[in-house]
């Protein structure tokens, strides 16, 4: 429910900031203009491998499995962008002694980002960003092709960079680095809490953006 | 139209069907079992099989396969340390037959630990067994033989310890009325010219006592103290 709410609000803006777009190819633009930062929105579609800690119990017992994000940013003040991602991780469990007995988890994360992407030539971005809100629900599968499961879920903290390259005017590539951690809600014997109250991943990304540029958002309003 | 509300119908029960199959966990949860594994000189066990079940009958007390997980579903499994202790890590089942079954191998007794987790969660998420005592197991056989004349009658019981042990647990206080640990159990019978002769056997364990209570002729009752020291105890009487 709360990923649907933050995927349709950060959606509906960045569609919205679209009807401006028309008007954007009809303008003159000058020579003075290309200095500009003309990013609207970014719309983002990756995969990526998370590499769990093993400082807790979920990072010594499960292994992470390629997995996927999409989502989008939009360029509020020049540079500064307001993003929100969806992203699904999938995790096989591969010591239950540490997890309790389950075969696999999907993750699915939604979390609202704020950042600045820097130009480094031309065609380079480099950004920086972090999540302080986000939400993810670890489904723990405990039979293979059956209903059963069982639910943990966490507050999500994300600092991420990319480095994108424009392919063309709409389109660029990224690769992308993710430190996360997830503060669990799992309640369990005060001697092992600890190990369950965090799990911590790296993830290395790479896919495709699509851009809109149009200029900051709000200067459109 | 009317196959098709039939078809409905029928899916519907199946769906049915699968949730009640379905064991409900709670969510955000992971409990801890833990405790400690001696025999009956307070030795620890190593390698003894600790497994945690819901929908699981009792029947682990009594069946001579331990690993048997025709019913019940397993939530996980550990064995004991060199030291006798065991950690185990498991999702919380919601049943009201939440069970623990410590297996010290052939020579050992059995454990079981009953609880109800649909209404009860243990306190911290943590069940500590603490010390739990598997002595070892001793086949006591008695053989009674009349070697006096015919119409001399015997009266005889043999009081002993049985070995498997049921803990059940209500609300994290141990319910004495179901707990069925190490009881004592009686076997006796009466001989006379019908049936002059006894023999049979029963599970105790090493060290226990046996009470051997009998009466010739209705005559005053004589007790003695039986140790078992050997796991195949062997116990010869003529009268």
């Known amino acids: 429910m709360r990923i649907l709410l933050v995927c349709t609000l950060f959606f509906s803006i960045i569609l919205n900031s679209q009807n401006s777009d028309d008007e954007f190819n009809d303008r003159k633009i000058d020579s003075s203009e290309v200095e500009v930062f003309q990013k609207t929105a970014i719309f983002t579609l990756g995969v990526f491998q998370p590499i769990i800690n093993d400082d807790s119990n979920i990072g010594k017992g499960a292994n992470g499995n390629l997995s996927f994000k999409l989502g989008g940013q939009l360029f509020v003040y020049k540079r500064f962008f307001v993003g929100g991602f969806f992203n699904s991780t999938y995790l096989d469990i591969t010591d239950i002694s540490f997890t309790g007995k389950y075969k696999r988890s999907y993750v699915t994360t939604s979390y609202l980002q704020f950042g600045y992407e820097f130009s480094v030539s031309k065609k380079l971005s480099f950004a920086a960003s972090i999540a302080p809100i986000g939400y993810a629900d670890y489904r723990n599968y405990i039979k293979k092709n059956r209903v059963n499961q069982q639910h943990d879920s966490a507050k999500v903290l994300i600092y991420e960079t990319y480095l994108s390259y424009d392919v063309s005017d709409r389109f660029s590539i990224f690769i992308d680095y993710s430190y996360r951690t997830d503060t669990t809600n799992i309640r369990t014997a005060p001697e092992i809490q600890s190990n369950f109250s965090k799990i911590k991943y790296h993830n290395f990304g790479i896919g495709l953006k699509f851009t809109i540029n149009n200029g900051n958002f709000f200067s459109n309003l | ?239």
Do not use: H, W
């Open chain 2, 1 to 239: 139209m009317n196959r098709m509300a039939k078809f409905k119908g029928l899916l519907l029960l199946f769906i049915l069907f699968l949730l009640q199959c379905e064991v409900p966990f709670e969510n955000n949860a992971r409990l801890l079992i833990k405790g400690q594994i001696v025999d009956e000189n307070n030795q620890p066990i190593s390698n003894s099989q600790i497994n945690v079940f819901v929908r699981r009958d009792e029947n682990f007390l009594y069946n001579s396969d331990p690993s048997n997980e025709d019913s019940g579903v397993l939530l996980g499994g550990t064995t004991s340390d060199i030291d006798g202790t065991f950690s185990l890590i498991t999702l919380l089942g919601k049943d009201e037959d939440f069970v623990i079954e410590v297996y010290g191998g052939e020579d050992f007794s059995k454990y079981m630990y009953r609880t109800n987790t649909e209404t009860y969660i243990p306190d911290d998420y943590l069940i500590d067994l603490e010390t739990i005592s598997l002595p070892k197991k001793a086949f006591f056989e008695f053989n009674i033989i009349r070697s006096s004349p015919a119409g001399t009658e015997l009266q005889y019981n043999f009081n002993y310890t049985s070995i498997p042990c049921l803990e059940v647990y209500e609300d994290g206080v141990l319910n004495e009325v179901e707990t069925a640990c190490y009881k004592q159990m009686n076997r006796g019978r009466f001989l006379d010219d019908e049936r002059p002769d006894a023999s049979g056997d029963f599970l105790s364990f090493l060290g226990a006592n046996v009470i051997f209570t009998y009466s010739i002729n209705d005559q005053p009752e004589v007790v003695e103290v039986l140790t078992i020291d050997d796991i195949n105890f062997e116990f010869n009487f003529n009268y």
